[in-house]
């Protein structure tokens, strides 16, 4: 069921012109992936060619070790625009790269690293789960999984996976990070009639039950709690952020082609909308400008972990905001006829509309509240 990579072997490092390309082809085909019970494989294929699962590998354009957090989520942000699901996908892989970055020993991160580098590897970052959750247990010194995780974005695509649960054993308490070799995983216990969303079809995001197979300790990533470190856990926000607001950016690219070719662009009513429209994507643009800077400035230096924090929430908050009003205007542009199916809106209004549902939304304001109620200071005194 994943994909079949060991004939890959590209070892070329990211292309920027090529990924450009791969991108207008991933917009082109995107209602085919919707449709296709494949999901995004071709396009997976096609970032593999061009190097951009590496992106972030040592020596590639986005190096880890040298922080370019704005151009990163630009480039999240284009692959949303092209597509939601390879974008929810992708993201997910970038993801679990900077976890191995930041939480890896040198041998397994050399270990990953080669993975994606002489296979083409794509890996997933599994955490969300339902009543059957995953737990590690022990028998006679083996360890076992137990229980399943949900939403997981790319499920029969993803190589590694990075899940989580809870462990207790001599050694290990607490929220445990593995990544798991997919090719062990049965395609039987990919759960594929619990994928059934309003949109996001083609992200393939369905429950997988992990039970009985066994991680060794090599698969263990970091120590238990690891996973929930600030300011890397809310800060990561961010990116998510990023590939939403690609989906908005395409719904206003997709509403003015709509009016230029109905020859409804001179009307005053439209031109107000695309002013406020257009506005509100430039605004989301420069949240996430902000949000990669700080995130450079601050995520290791300690010492504006909160203010890293707020920021990252504020600008999650605000792109949600920015998506929702982007495809109100857009609904109030094109009217019924534009949703037809023939054009490309329905589709990524479904699939914005279901990925802006993240975790914790209230949660998140309430945070920011209290960070201003509790540091007065930091309205008038810090940086923001
Ligand atoms: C397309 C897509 C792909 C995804 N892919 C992945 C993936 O690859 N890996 C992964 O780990 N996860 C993934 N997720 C899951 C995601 O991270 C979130 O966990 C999930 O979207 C949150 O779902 P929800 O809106 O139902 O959350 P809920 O927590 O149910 O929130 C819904 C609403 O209820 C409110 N609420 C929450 N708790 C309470 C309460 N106790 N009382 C009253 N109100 C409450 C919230 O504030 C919110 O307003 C994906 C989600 C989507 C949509």
């Not at 920027?16 to 494989?41: M, N, T, W, Y």
């Not at 354009?61 to 092209?82: E, I, Q, S, Y």
């Not at 070799?181 to 994928?195: A, F, K």
């Not at 009217?335 to 479904?350: P, S, T």
């Amino acid at each position: 069921m994943t994909q079949q990579t060991n004939t890959i072997h590209q070892n070329e490092t990211f292309s920027l012109e090529q990924f450009e390309q791969v991108l207008h082809d991933i917009a082109e085909r995107a209602s085919a992936c919707d449709q296709s019970p494949d999901g995004p494989r071709t396009e997976f294929r096609w970032l593999r060619a061009c190097g951009a699962l590496q992106l972030v590998l040592p020596g590639n354009l986005l190096d880890f070790n040298h922080p370019n957090t704005p151009l990163l989520l630009k480039l999240l942000r284009d692959v949303g625009k092209a597509n939601l699901s390879v974008g929810r996908i992708f993201e997910g892989h970038i993801n679990t790269l900077y976890l191995i970055h930041l939480y890896a020993t040198k041998r397994q991160r050399e270990q990953w690293y080669a993975g994606v580098i002489e296979h083409g590897h794509l890996f997933g970052i599994w955490n969300t789960q339902d009543q059957d959750v995953l737990t590690f247990e022990e028998n006679e010194h083996i360890m076992e999984l137990k229980g399943s995780k949900t939403f997981c974005s790319g499920a029969t695509l993803v190589n590694r996976a990075l899940i989580t649960g809870n462990i207790n054993n001599d050694d290990r308490q607490g929220w445990q990070m593995a990544i798991i070799d997919m090719d062990h995983i049965s395609p039987s216990r990919i759960d594929l009639e619990s994928w059934k969303p309003l949109g996001m079809k083609a992200s393939g995001s369905y429950k997988v039950d992990f039970s009985g197979y066994h991680p060794d300790d090599a698969e263990l990533l970091g120590q238990p709690g690891i996973y929930l470190n600030q300011p890397y856990f809310n800060a990561g926000a961010i990116r998510f952020a990023a590939v939403h607001l690609g989906g908005a950016e395409a719904v206003s690219q997709a509403t003015l082609a709509y009016l230029a070719e109905l020859g409804r662009t001179d009307d005053p009513f439209q031109k107000l909308r695309i002013s406020e429209m257009m506005s509100a994507v430039i605004n989301g643009r420069l949240w996430m400008e902000q949000a990669g800077r700080y995130f450079d400035s601050w995520v290791d230096e300690g010492g504006h972990d909160d203010d890293l924090i707020a920021f990252a929430n504020m600008t999650r908050v605000n792109i949600e905001e920015i998506c929702l009003k982007v495809m109100d205007i857009s609904n109030r542009c094109v009217g019924a006829r534009g949703l037809m199916e023939q054009y490309e809106l329905g589709r990524i209004f479904r699939d914005l509309t279901f990925y802006l549902r993240q975790p914790a939304p209230d949660a998140t304001r309430i945070k920011i509240a209290e960070f201003f109620i509790s540091q007065p200071a930091a309205f008038n005194e810090k940086s923001f």
